[in-house]
Nanobody, 119 residues
Framework: QVQLVESGGGLVQAGGSLRLSCVAS????????IAWHRQAPGNQRELVAA???????NYADSVKGRFTISRDNAKNTVYLQMNTLRPEDTAVYYC?????????????WGQGTQVTVSS
């Protein structure tokens, strides 16, 4: 069982930066793939970025070059550095985890953190 707690959301102006953190409890954190998803009102949840246990990363096209996902296994933490934020990045951001995210399915989810980007 893995419990995930996100933090770092807030209100920022367009062009600004935020860093989200996801702290995991439980054993064998380093074995888990971790992802950040987001959901804006009226929209479906979408994958933003993911990192495997071997630190291989992938990103949605809309955030490539602006967002960076990283992990610190010693701290059981995954980060999402978000730069050059745009109003369309406004959403609730969720951290998720899976040992093997087959078909993009993640088994454990945090409660989410709100990110609001003003124009």
């Amino acid at each position: 069982q893995v419990q995930l707690v996100e933090s770092g959301g807030g209100l920022v102006q367009a062009g600004g930066s935020l860093r989200l953190s996801c702290v995991a409890s439980g054993s064998f954190f380093s074995a888990y793939a971790i992802a950040w998803h987001r959901q804006a009102p009226g929209n479906q949840r979408e994958l933003v970025a993911a990192i495997t246990s071997g630190a291989i990363t992938n990103y949605a096209d809309s955030v490539k070059g602006r967002f960076t996902i990283s992990r610190d296994n010693a701290k059981n933490t995954v980060y999402l550095q978000m730069n050059t934020l745009r109003p369309e990045d406004t959403a609730v951001y969720y951290c998720s985890a899976a040992l093997l995210p087959i078909g993009g399915r993640y088994d454990y989810w945090g409660q989410g953190t709100q990110v609001t980007v003003s124009s």
